[in-house]
């Protein structure tokens, strides 16, 4: 079920990407479909059998990963909000910094990608801090939902340092 899920997402994601195009025109649109197509290098999961990997890209896979760089956190957060989404009852997935050294379009997929799943199953909270435009333009691209978003600001007044909290829905 969470596989489908992830599928779907997957999908409507590649829509998104070919409307946009479609209403940017011209070289823009083909530049803006080549920066968005390549989302996720692996899908990594667990089974009993220990590690696997596939490229969803080239139709490949494998097993026994020994070291994973951290370049490819992006596919942790895939596999994590996949298997928190097929978990039965409420639950929350709690994410620092989701795109840690993610290209902008898996960045902006990944915030997509948790929204989505947030939004299709009330049961499921998804909690995250980022520093990045692009997943938080992705997690405005997922639909109509309203986003809650709050913002630190540390200021520095007078002398002292303090910070302001700003929260508000955003809307794409």
């Given at each position: ?101 993610a290209h902008p379009s898996t960045s902006m997929f990944l915030g997509y990608l948790l929204t989505k799943l947030a939004m299709s199953d009330n049961t499921m909270r998804v909690i ?45």
């Amino acid at each position: 079920m969470a596989y489908r899920k992830f599928e779907e997402v997957k999908e409507e994601f590649n829509k998104l990407i070919e409307e946009t195009a479609g209403e940017i025109g011209g070289e823009g649109a083909g530049r803006f479909k080549a920066a968005l197509s390549h989302f996720s290098p692996l899908f990594i999961d667990i089974t009993s059998d220990g590690w696997l990997w596939s490229d969803l890209e080239v139709g490949i896979e494998g097993s026994n990963i020994e070291v994973l760089s951290s370049v490819f956190a992006p596919s942790l957060v895939i596999l994590y909000a996949v298997l928190t989404y097929a978990m039965q009852g409420t639950k929350a997935l709690l994410i620092e910094d989701p795109e840690v050294q993610a290209h902008p379009s898996t960045s902006m997929f990944l915030g997509y990608l948790l929204t989505k799943l947030a939004m299709s199953d009330n049961t499921m909270r998804v909690i995250t801090t980022t520093h990045n435009y692009e997943f938080l333009q992705g997690t405005l691209m997922a639909g109509e939902e309203a986003v809650d978003v709050y913002v630190f600001d540390r200021r520095n007044e007078g002398g002292s340092s303090r910070w302001l909290l700003t929260s508000g829905t955003m809307r794409q």
